[in-house]
């Protein structure tokens, strides 16, 4: 059973970068695809990004090319996301999943980290 | 990229009641959806893949259909535990998009 869990919540200053780890256990993590989704608060789920940590191919929103950085240690088992250039708006619950991979019922996801953006 | 419209944005209704939500793909998917069940504070949870399969251990009353550009699922008769938000998610298309939601509420 894959399990992937996040790291803690962050309390950020607007300009400054956050970033997320995701570390999954339970299955293989080299060859599937980590996804990135968040929630803003009271509104409803966005997919930010995609990597495959074996190739370090990545795949990333055209809302957010310019400022997220996705990337992963396989040494580790360990996704990362990394959000620069922080407005309040980035104020969300970021989801680290596996969605659908390698066949579509195999669907994981993080619990969740809470990034607050505020000055 | 591929816009997904889900309608109702809301709907009440009461314990036993059937329900149904939509989602229109702006072009055609073929299957490659998935409906998405999420309470407040928590991950989302898938409960049908491939536009009309039952993710293991969701109950039957959950239904799914449709090919294409239009999918629905049905709730055949609604639990006090499936009061949520339900979201679709079509893959087939880059970058994947969700639906923008709908809650389900106690009427």
């Known amino acids: 059973q894959v399990q992937l869990l996040q790291s803690g919540a962050e309390v950020k200053k607007p300009g400054s970068s956050v970033k997320v780890s995701c570390k999954a256990s339970?299955?293989?993590?080299?060859?599937?695809?980590i996804s990135w989704v968040r929630q803003a608060p009271g509104r409803g789920l966005e997919w930010m990004g995609r990597?495959?940590?074996?190739?370090?191919?990545?795949n990333t929103a055209p809302k957010f090319q310019d400022r997220v950085s996705l990337t992963a240690d396989e040494s580790t088992a360990t996704a990362y996301m990394e959000l620069r250039g922080l407005i309040s708006d980035d104020t969300a619950l970021y989801f680290c999943?596996?969605?659908?991979?390698?066949?579509?019922?195999?669907?994981?996801w993080g619990q969740g980290t809470l990034v607050t953006v505020s000055s | 990229a591929i816009q997904m419209t889900q309608s109702p944005s809301s709907l009440s209704a009461s314990v036993g009641d059937r329900v149904t939500i939509t989602c229109r793909a702006s072009?055609?998917?073929?299957?490659?959806l998935g409906w998405y069940q999420q309470k407040p504070g928590k991950a989302p949870k898938l409960v049908i893949y491939?536009?009309?399969k039952l993710q293991s251990g969701v109950p039957s009353r959950f239904s799914g259909s449709g090919s294409g550009t239009d999918f629905t699922l049905t709730i055949s008769s609604l639990q006090p535990e499936d009061f949520a938000t339900y979201y679709c998610?079509?893959?087939?298309?880059?970058?994947?998009?969700f639906g923008q939601g709908t809650k389900v509420e106690i009427k």
């Open positions: 339970g299955g293989s993590f080299r060859t599937f695809g």
């Open positions: 990597i495959i940590p074996t190739r370090g191919v990545t």
């Open positions: 491939a536009a009309s």
């Open positions: 072009q055609g998917i073929r299957n490659d």
């Open positions: 998610l079509q893959k087939y298309g880059n970058p994947p998009s």
């Open positions: 999943a596996r969605l659908g991979e390698p066949l579509p019922d195999e669907d994981y």
